[in-house]
């Protein structure tokens, strides 16, 4: 416990048997403590385990904080067998009041199979981490704190060891448990000495070194290059000399809400930065003072300041850069990943060279989408926002990124946002779909754009565009030459010279939650 009066603000001690994984299943050593060790630990048949091992150690603790005794219990001879079959049940006297959310993610924390285990990343996106505290708060643990307290009275508290051959016993004969761990043990040392033999290894957070120790901080990086609410620099890798963007989260100011919103877009980054359209996140320290998120650097700006900087812009330009942000969507939605917060100052320009190779950014509202049509969180940026988050009827689905998208694409082609005005005026707009196509700022731009723009600002989700169809959309694959004649440059001096004043105070005036959770009640109010 940090605070001798406060009994939920806790941190993780005891690194006595702490090791670094360089590979996956590259550990041997039969160790751990006895009723929270992982069956992989366990099978000394198995090719050896990794840091997933932790994720069972995990469940096991749930169980005991939930039900005040452990899920594998036993003379030592059968606890192994029994960790390996995963036999442990939630026995009705003790958790009959305990929620359904949490027995699901303690059975996929206690998952033999470790590729079906869930990750720390996903377990904190499980149902349960998200239900309300006043849900919770009505659950009576304290007779699970009795049967705990008394177990601790009569039992010695167990310790962290490296297993003994009574704990394996019934794994085998004593020769075969012998056998397998002095192969293990083998095993170990040669992984041991092919590390020593890496003739360069670039440490990163996993070493346990601090960030300060491993890079060295920059110049603060201009919001136009890396926009974000958190201070973002230059860091330079002290061993092999890479320049990163290092956004630096103040961790003494973070109220609970913003917490998870940090861990969700660790989360999130961690499962879509392997696309080439999304900006990649390296490494992320958490120290106490700060959490450190190390990321790709990018030099030329937002999208929507470079298009303003252009004295000669085509419809072939936006066509490119539209297929960017579609090719990133689809990969955020194919791992049913919602973004929640698409505009044009989250989409990045690389270089200075290219107005057009461009990277999703800002992930701090994305959120995995377990089933369909289950987000309800009101959030987004105003103009922008689909019609579905704001009358909260049903609830929604990654296809809002589809109706930011088309909203990104409009101002991209006709240099004026869509939805326009003010308050419940943009509200009902969005609402109803009503935009249009002023013919003075959209004859030179192709009826196949307009129709996709048209599909994408769809008001009904089901009948919305997807991803994957708008890569296939007639506009995306029309030739280069009959776009690159559209000369849209009188579109962006009108993009230009509201770009400061109406189009960044539109971004900026919103990212609260709570400023749309107000509006949507006007709107309802007035309905």
């Not at 643990?141 to 601790?152: D, F, I, N, P, Y």
């Not at 958190?230 to 989260?249: L, M, T, Y």
Request: glycine residues 6%.
């Amino acid at each position: 416990m940090v605070e001798a009066d406060d009994d939920t603000t806790i941190q993780i001690a005891d690194f006595g048997f702490a090791k670094k994984v360089p590979k996956p299943n590259c550990l041997k050593t039969l160790c751990g403590t006895a009723q929270y060790v992982a069956p992989e630990v366990l099978d000394l048949q198995s090719g050896g385990y990794d840091h997933r091992a932790d994720m069972w150690s995990v469940g096991v603790v749930v169980y005991i904080l939930l039900g005040g005794y452990a899920p594998f219990e036993g003379p030592v001879q059968e606890l192994a067998k029994a960790i390996c079959k995963a036999d442990y049940c939630f026995h009705d006297k003790y958790w009959s009041e305990i929620s359904d959310a949490a027995k699901s993610m303690i059975s996929s924390l206690l998952e033999i199979d470790v590729e079906r285990r869930l990750s720390a990343e996903e377990a904190l996106q499980c149902p349960w981490m998200t239900i309300e505290e006043e849900a919770l708060n009505a659950n009576d643990l304290s007779g699970a704190q009795e049967v705990l307290q008394k177990r601790r009275e009569q039992e010695q508290r167990p310790q962290a060891s490296a297993l003994d051959l009574s704990f394996t016993a019934a794994l085998g004969t004593e020769e075969e448990v012998m056998n397998r761990m002095a192969k293990r043990t083998t095993i170990e040392m040669d992984t041991l000495q092919e590390e020593d033999n890496d003739n360069f290894v670039i440490e990163d957070s996993t070493s346990g070194k601090p960030f300060d120790v491993l890079y060295s901080l920059g110049d603060l990086i201009d919001e136009g290059d890396f926009p974000s609410q958190d201070p973002a620099f230059e860091a330079k890798h002290k061993q092999s000399g890479e320049i990163f963007a290092v956004r630096r989260i103040e961790r003494a100011f973070l109220d609970p809400e913003d917490a998870v919103h940090v861990q969700n877009e660790v989360a999130t980054l961690k499962a879509v930065s392997d696309s080439p359209f999304v900006i990649k996140l390296f490494d992320v320290f958490e120290e106490p003072d700060y959490t450190f998120l190390i990321m790709e650097r990018p030099h030329g700006g937002t999208l929507i300041d470079r298009i303003v900087e252009k004295r000669y812009y085509t419809e072939n330009d936006a066509r490119v850069v539209m297929k960017g942000v579609l090719s990133a969507l689809e990969h955020c939605h194919n791992k049913r990943i919602c973004v929640r917060n698409i505009k044009t100052e989250s989409i990045l320009c690389l270089s200075l060279e290219s107005d057009v190779d461009v990277k999703l950014s800002d992930f701090g509202f994305a959120k995995r989408v377990p089933h369909p049509f289950s987000l309800e969180t009101q959030c987004g940026t105003e103009g922008y926002v689909a019609p579905e988050i704001l009358s909260h009827r049903p609830a929604y689905d990654v296809q809002v990124d589809i109706w930011s998208a088309g909203v990104v694409m409009y101002i991209i082609l006709g240099g004026y946002r869509p939805f326009r005005g003010e308050g419940e005026e943009v509200m009902k707009k969005i609402r109803y779909g009503d935009f249009k196509f002023h013919k003075r700022y959209w004859s030179e731009v192709s009826e196949e754009a307009k129709l996709l723009i048209a599909r994408m600002l769809t008001v009904n989700p089901i009948g919305r565009i997807t991803a994957t169809a708008a890569l296939q959309d007639e506009w995306i694959s029309l030739a280069v030459e009959s776009l690159a004649q559209n000369d849209l440059s009188a579109n962006v001096e009108m993009l230009r010279d509201s770009a400061i004043t109406k189009v960044k105070a539109a971004v900026n005036s919103i990212i609260a939650t709570k400023k749309l959770e107000s509006m949507a009640k006007m709107y309802h109010a007035s309905h």
